[in-house]
Structures are given as C-alpha cells and as structure tokens.
C-alpha cells in the first residue's frame, strides 16, 4: 500500500486548504483512514479518523480542529480529504495521512505534506 498525501502550502490565518490523500491497494473501503500532524519539536498527534461501517462513515477529530476541519473520504476514488477551514497558525504542520486496516491491522503511513499558516 503507499498513501500519496498533496494540498498543503502556505496561507494566512483565516485561511483554508484542503488536503487529499490517495491510496493504492484494495483494502482502502475497508480501513480506517486518519489525518495526523506533527509541529516541529513536538509528538505526532492525530486530527482526525474516519471510519465506514456499513453504509454510515464515523468521523473524529481532536478538540482543537473540532468545528474547523471535516474529514471525508470517497471509496470510488481511494482517496481520503482533509477540509481545513479558519487556519490558525498554530495549526502549522506536516500533515501525515494514515491507513488502518481493519482485517489486518496493518498500518500504513504517507510521507506527509507541510501546512504552513501565517500569522
């Protein structure tokens, strides 16, 4: 499996981008697809997850994106989205997606795109 992650770039707080990542494989329906990002000098933290159960999609975010940021994914495509609406600097980081899947458990990770918001 390899995630190809693209949409970050640079823009000024208040601002909006919208990542996209595209997998490869078959399993991409049937896995738990996450955004995580990493600021410098600081952990990896995970923005948001959404998962398909059925015909319903589950989606979760951290509380500090919670109401600016929607996750979504089209299984047609493979391709998980990212909505960044009302950027704030602090949301400055290199956004990783991720792959989880559910038959297997086996992980997968992209090799990131930077988000840069201005102050």
């Known amino acids: 499996v390899q995630l190809q992650a693209c949409g970050g770039g640079l823009v000024p707080a208040g601002g909006s981008l919208r990542l996209s990542c595209a997998a490869s494989g078959s399993a991409f329906s049937t896995s738990d697809m996450s955004w995580y990002r990493q600021a410098p000098g600081k952990q990896r933290e995970l923005v948001a997850r959404?998962?398909?159960?059925?015909?319903?999609?589950?989606?979760d975010y951290a509380a500090s994106v919670k109401g600016r940021f929607t996750i979504s994914r089209d299984n047609g495509k493979n391709t998980v989205y990212l909505q960044m609406n009302s950027l704030k600097p602090e949301d400055t980081a290199v956004y990783y997606c991720?792959?989880?899947?559910?038959?297997?458990?086996?992980?997968?990770w992209g090799q990131g795109t930077l988000v840069t918001v201005s102050s």
């Open positions: 991720n792959q989880r899947e559910i038959s297997t458990s086996s992980v997968y």
């Open positions: 959404i998962r398909s159960r059925g015909s319903t999609d589950y989606a």
